[in-house]
């Protein structure tokens, strides 16, 4: 059987706190998985991690994660198949909505990825909750 863990610093780390819950199919009831419960430090890990990577993110000019975000577009568009049948799987969803479910984050983060060449042209406000600037 399948055992999920998590993913901290770019890393899979298995759970270290020793629970798990099950992950059941719905369209047939079965346990199809087992997914470890996070204890608390990795808890911690992972938002210190994240918190940790922000800054160079946040640094990082808008061309370049504009860049990222159409590499992901590329992924999300090479793996449909697979994402599908993974929300097939977990949501109990047919193939053809599970498809379609798949595909809804796409337009999205392609339009995100247009932002950083208007801004070329035309200067965007700073989000009043942005961090990255004092």
Known sequence: MQTIGHFIGGKLVEGTSGRFADVYNPAT????AKVALASKAEMDAAVANAAAAQPAWAA???????R???KFVD???RDMDKLAEA???EHG??????KGEAS????????????PCASRWASLPASPRSTSRP
Do not use: C, F, W, Y
């Open 60 to 66: 990082t000019n808008p061309q370049r994660r504009a």
């Open 75 to 77: 992924l999300l568009h």
């Open 29 to 32: 009831g079965e346990v199809q």
């Open 93 to 98: 969803k047919t193939l053809p909505d599970a």
């Open 68 to 70: 990222v975000l159409m």
């Open 87 to 89: 929300l097939s799987r």
């Open 104 to 115: 809804s984050p796409k337009a999205p983060a392609r339009a995100s990825t247009s932002i």
